[in-house]
C-alpha cells in the first residue's frame, strides 16, 4: 500500500481546482522563454511563496528546464522548514506527494539510502503542512514529461551536514563550478562597493508647505528639533497607538489634566468646603468617563488620591489670594511675518487673576520641569509665550493684564505628589524676549532655503520623538549629548 501526502496548501498559495492551477501555471510561465543558447540550469534558487506574490518569479526558473524536459528523471527538492523545530534533515515516509495536477511519485530508493547519513531521518509531521517543497511541484509537473521526486525538509542543519547530503545525491560536480559566483554574491551582501555615510536630514521644503499656524508647545518642537516639525506639520505623519498597549505617564498625565480642568471649572471662584473631597470627585468622573481599565484604576488612582491631598492643601493656601481661576484657557496671537501673517496659539493649564489684577499663568506638569537655562536659551519657551500672549489680551476670559508670575506645577503623585516651581524670570521681559526670538525664527524660516534639520542641538532635543527612526538618526547620530548652547 503506497503513503500518499495530501496538498496541503492548495487553495491557499496556489488554486486548488486543476483547470485554473493549470491555466495560472500557463499564464506565468508564457511570458518567460529560456534564453536563447543557454545552457540548461544544473539547479535552480526560486521563491516559495504563494503564486500572487513569487510566483512570476518561480516561474522564469522553471521555464529554462523547457529544454531538457524530456531527459530530467529525477527532481531534489530541498526547502527550509517553516512549521516543525527539528535539527537536520528530514525527508518523508510518505511514497507519493499529491498535488490537484496529479500525483508525484518519490524516490524511495534514493531516500532510503540517504537515511544512512545520522543528520536524516524519516519525519511525515516535517512535511505534511510545509509549503516550501509543495509549492514547486506543480511548476514541475507542468514542465516536465516525467520525473521522481526527493524531497528534503531542511532544519537546523549546518552548512557541513548539506553538504554530507549532496555528495550523497551525486550532486558536488554539478554544482562545484556554480559555487563561486553564489559565494561572491552573498559575501557582497554584507560588503559594499563603498561606504557613503549620511549626514541627518536636513529637507527644505517650499514656503507654501511651511506651517503659518503652531501652538506653543509646537513651538518647544520647532526649537529642539526642526525635523520633528518638518514630519509632523508638513509631512502629515502621526505616530499610530500600539494594539492593547499597557496604560503609559503619557495617559495619566491626560486623566490628570482633564481632572484639574473639571474641578476648576467647577470651582472658578470660591474655594469648595472640602477641596480634596472635590477633587476626588472630579478624578472619578473623568477616570469613569474615559473607561479607564482596571490597571489604570490599580497602578493610577493612588497617585492620583496622593495629588488631590496635596492640591488641596495647596488650593487652601493659595487661593484666598485668587479673584478667579481659568481652566484650560485658549488665546492666540498674530506676528507678523515675511511670509504672511503667522498664529501663534496656546492653551494655558490654568491662569489665575489675583486680587490687584495681575496674572499667573500655570502649567501642569506630570513629567519633567524645564530648567531656567533651557527657558532662557528659548528651547523651552511656552509658559514666556503664554505671558506674551496673556500681556496682549489674547486669552478667552482673562483679558489683557499684567502678569504676576509664571509658575510649573509638577502633579504627578509621587514622592512629593506635587511642588511648584516658579521662575526666577521677569514675566514680562521673558515675555517679550521669547516673542521677539519666535518672530526672528518665523523670519528665518520664511527663507524656503533653511533647512528643517534634525537634532541640530543634541543637549537640548526632545527626550522622545516619534520620528527618530525616519531620520535614520542611528547613521548619523553619537548620542553623546554634546551640543551647542548659542
Do not use: C
Not at 527539528?86 to 539510502?113: E, K, M, N, W, Y
Amino acid at each position: 500500500m503506497k503513503n500518499i501526502r495530501p496538498a496541503a496548501v492548495a487553495g491557499m498559495f496556489y488554486p486548488e481546482e486543476e483547470g485554473a492551477l493549470r491555466w495560472e501555471l500557463k499564464r506565468m510561465t508564457a511570458p518567460a522563454p529560456p534564453p536563447s543558447g543557454a545552457a540548461p540550469p544544473k539547479a535552480l534558487i526560486v521563491p516559495h511563496a504563494g503564486y500572487i506574490y513569487s510566483g512570476p518569479v518561480a516561474a522564469t526558473g522553471y521555464a529554462r528546464l523547457r529544454p531538457v524536459a524530456d531527459s530530467v528523471s529525477r527532481v531534489v527538492v530541498l526547502g527550509p522548514s517553516h512549521r516543525v523545530a527539528f535539527h537536520g534533515l528530514a525527508v518523508p515516509v510518505d511514497s507519493i506527494f499529491r498535488t490537484p495536477l496529479g500525483d508525484v511519485t518519490l524516490d524511495t530508493d534514493t531516500i532510503q539510502a540517504l537515511l544512512a547519513l545520522p543528520q536524516v531521518h524519516p519525519d511525515n509531521d516535517a512535511h505534511r503542512m510545509e509549503h516550501s517543497i509543495e509549492v514547486h511541484l506543480p511548476f514541475l509537473q507542468e514542465i516536465l514529461d516525467s520525473f521522481v521526486l526527493v524531497p528534503i525538509v531542511v532544519g537546523r542543519a549546518p552548512e557541513d551536514q548539506v553538504d554530507a547530503v549532496l555528495q550523497a545525491l551525486g550532486l558536488p560536480t554539478a554544482l562545484d563550478d556554480l559555487a563561486a559566483p553564489w559565494l561572491a554574491w552573498a559575501a557582497a551582501l554584507d560588503r559594499p562597493q563603498a561606504a557613503a555615510p549620511q549626514g541627518p536630514p536636513a529637507p527644505t521644503p517650499p514656503l507654501a508647505a511651511r506651517p503659518r499656524r503652531l501652538s506653543v508647545t509646537r513651538v518647544e518642537t520647532w526649537m529642539r528639533d526642526p525635523y520633528d516639525l518638518y514630519a509632523e506639520k508638513i509631512l502629515g505623519l502621526q505616530a499610530l497607538d500600539a494594539l492593547d498597549a499597557d496604560p503609559g505617564a503619557a495617559d495619566f498625565g491626560t486623566l490628570v489634566h482633564a481632572a484639574l480642568e473639571s474641578y476648576l471649572r467647577a470651582h472658578p471662584e470660591r474655594l469648595p468646603a472640602d477641596p480634596e473631597a472635590a477633587l476626588l470627585a472630579a478624578g472619578r468622573r473623568t477616570f469613569d468617563e474615559a473607561a479607564a481599565p482596571p490597571a489604570v484604576w490599580a497602578f493610577w488612582w493612588p497617585r492620583y488620591r496622593r495629588l488631590a491631598a496635596w492640591m488641596a492643601e495647596r488650593e487652601r493656601a493659595g487661593r484666598p489670594a485668587v479673584r478667579r481661576a481659568f481652566a484650560e484657557v485658549k488665546g492666540r496671537l498674530t506676528i507678523a511675518a515675511p511670509g504672511g501673517d503667522f498664529e501663534l496659539t496656546a492653551t494655558a493649564d490654568r491662569i489665575d487673576r489675583l486680587g490687584d489684577g495681575r496674572l499667573v499663568v500655570l502649567d501642569y506638569k506630570t513629567g519633567g520641569v524645564p530648567g531656567k537655562k533651557e527657558i532662557e536659551l528659548g528651547f523651552a519657551p511656552q509658559l514666556p509665550l503664554e505671558a506674551a500672549i496673556a500681556a496682549a489680551g489674547g486669552f478667552e476670559g482673562p483679558g489683557a493684564a499684567a502678569v504676576a508670575r509664571l509658575e510649573y506645577w509638577k502633579v504627578n503623585g509621587a514622592e512629593p505628589p506635587g511642588f511648584v516651581a516658579t521662575l526666577d524670570l521677569d514675566p514680562e521681559a521673558a515675555g517679550a524676549a521669547a516673542l521677539d526670538g519666535l518672530a526672528r525664527r518665523i523670519a528665518r524660516f520664511d527663507d524656503p532655503a533653511t533647512p528643517y534639520a534634525a537634532k541640530p542641538w543634541p543637549k537640548y532635543a526632545r527626550r522622545y520623538s516619534d520620528y527618530r527612526h525616519l531620520a535614520r538618526e542611528k547613521e548619523w547620530s553619537s548620542d553623546d549629548g554634546a551640543g551647542d548652547d548659542s
